[in-house]
Every structure is written in structure tokens, then in C-alpha cells.
Nanobody, 122 residues
Framework: QVQLVESGGGLVQAGGSLRLSCVAS????????MGWFRQAPGKEREFLGSISRIGGSTYVKDFVEGRFTISRDNAKNTAFLQMDSLKPEDTATYYC???????????????WGQGTQVTVSS
């Protein structure tokens, strides 16, 4: 069974940083594009960015560009979301997802973690 487990969420003040981790098991990690999403109460699930299978290409959405960075360590079956200069509007549950192709919408991903809560105080 494929399992993705996020960690690293918590409470942080505005302007602070967090690094989220997503550890995968039950799959050949290097075959999968890894995506990051977030969802706040009352809002749709929002695509943040993705990283290619080997890690040679990354993409983040304009609204987090310059603050969020995606990386991966295939030897550790782990993807990362580095979040800097956090704002209260970043408060949400953050999810990692895996797919052999990837994309920018949640329906394109086959596997999901259970999420980790990020709360940014003002």
C-alpha cells in the first residue's frame, strides 16, 4: 500500500518559516512527480507547486513564488516544502500528493497524504 506522511506543520508567527516533509513508502519514489496543495476552511484545495521525478524541474505558483520552495531527496523518499515569510493567509492544511505525471489540479494525483496543519499568527 502506498503511504504519504506529512510532517512539520505547527504554529508560527507572521514572517516566520516552516519546512514541511512528505515521506513516501510503497512506491518507487523516483517514478512520481510530487505536488503540494493546501486547503483552508471554506476554500477550495489550492495547488502550490510540484517537482519532477528526479528533481530537475520545479514549479511554484505565482502567489507563493519567492517565499515557498519545493525540493526532494529521492534517497530518502522524501519531498519538502520550505515556507518562508509566512503570512496569516497561509493558514491551511497542507497536503503532499504523488502522481506518475503530475499536474496543477488535485484530480490528477493518485496518492495523498493526510495533511499537516499550518497556522500563522499575526
Amino acid at each position: 500500500q502506498v503511504q504519504l506522511v506529512e510532517s512539520g506543520g505547527g504554529l508560527v508567527q507572521a514572517g516566520g518559516s516552516l519546512r514541511l516533509s512528505c515521506v513516501a513508502s510503497g512506491l518507487t519514489f523516483s517514478n512520481y512527480v510530487m505536488g503540494w496543495f493546501r486547503q483552508a476552511p471554506g476554500k477550495e484545495r489550492e495547488f502550490l507547486g510540484s517537482i519532477s521525478r528526479i528533481g530537475g524541474s520545479t514549479y511554484v505558483k505565482d502567489f507563493v513564488e519567492g517565499r515557498f520552495t519545493i525540493s526532494r531527496d529521492n534517497a530518502k523518499n522524501t519531498a519538502f516544502l520550505q515556507m518562508d515569510s509566512l503570512k496569516p493567509e497561509d493558514t491551511a492544511t497542507y497536503y503532499c500528493a504523488a502522481d506518475t505525471r503530475g499536474g496543477s489540479n488535485w484530480n490528477e494525483y493518485d496518492y495523498w497524504g493526510q495533511g499537516t496543519q499550518v497556522t500563522v499568527s499575526s
